[in-house]
């Protein structure tokens, strides 16, 4: 089959690598038709994080068709169409009984194989899917396969970044960062129940979409986001902040304009060595602090009544669209922000 696959630094090839096969009895292979390149991709891209193996098939954003299925699997049939989340569970652990998905026992990520073991991505003709039963959902009516894409990672991480913030219908709330997460986390923000919701950025055309939104947008280059937040709270900070964009900038961004006891929600995958703010600093603010990757299959079901209801343009954010052949320009294009491109959705 054809995929997109990792080759080092920068360097994405799409070749033809071995076709998937059923491994184990409760595995399904996939038929992909759309799949994305996400934010979290280009931290293999600039490999700041070590050890996957080149030829490894990329990604975890994707939807398809069932083709085949394990002699165990009960709950799918080949036909069906299907999303999933980014990582797999089995749904019967500890961590998947408690909802965190995420950090089920058995669960693997797409896209990252290591040392010869691992789960090739979505980001190709097909793709096994293991524990198939508990791990992939049926697409319903009313729910495109663009709208799968996002229900599968960013939808499902925008509303996990605002119900870690505990949103206050009262309160302030501010989101820093309006890529694909942010504006996703805004419809989170929103549905939680927040009405001063602002979105900070620098980027205007970004900005202008978190408006679309329902945020108040705020250039961080143009205006002191403290200052502005501190006029619709009498002169305090936000109550919660919502960070998605992981980096040691945007962090301590979110700490300077935290008012005191207010929670820092972030789900940014970030890389450095130490937190932006100290021990002592956190003391010294009372604040609360919620990191960590998003239980994406645990949200995917809570969400799929908002989709259909159509209340948001989901899918505005999906800005690039083209071929899975043409997909190494759309790392290039997505990589260095060209074109003002938001997200790419790769044609299968």
Known sequence: MKALTFHGKEKIVFESIADPEILQP?????????????????HVYYEHEKGLDHGTAMGHEF??????????????????RVMSPFTTNCGQCFYCKIGLT??????????????????????????????????????????????????GDILSTG???AHQAEINPNGVQAIVGCGPVGMM?????????????????????????AESFGAIPINFKKQNPLEVIKEHNQGRGADAVMEVVGN??????????????GIISTVGVCNDQH????????????????????????????????????????TSILTHRMVLSEGTIGYDIFANKKDNCLKVVLEV
Not at 185 to 209: H, Q
């Open 26 to 42: 409760t595995d399904v292979i996939v038929k992909v038709k759309l799949a994305c390149i996400c934010g979290s991709d280009l």
């Open 63 to 80: 939807v398809g068709e069932i083709v085949e299925v394990g002699k165990e699997v009960k709950r799918l049939h080949i036909g069906d």
């Open 102 to 151: 995420c950090r089920c026992e058995k669960g693997q990520l797409y896209g990252w194989v290591e040392n010869g073991h691992g789960l090739h991505g979505g980001q190709a003709e097909f793709v096994r899917v293991p524990m198939a039963d508990a791990t992939l959902e049926k697409i319903p009516e009313g729910i495109s396969l663009e709208e799968g894409l996002l229900l």
């Open 159 to 161: 509303f996990f970044c």
């Open 185 to 209: 986390t805004i419809v989170g923000a929103k549905e939680y129940g927040a009405t001063k919701l602002f979105a900070i950025d620098s980027v205007e055309e970004r900005l202008k979409m």
């Open 248 to 261: 040691g900038n945007a962090a301590r961004l979110a700490y300077d304009i935290l008012r005191p006891g």
């Open 275 to 314: 937190l932006a703010f100290s021990p002592v600093d956190a003391y010294n603010k009372n604040i609360t602090y919620k990191v960590g990757r998003c239980p994406a299959r645990h949200f995917m079901d809570k969400l799929i009544p908002i989709v259909q209801k159509k209340k948001y343009d989901l």
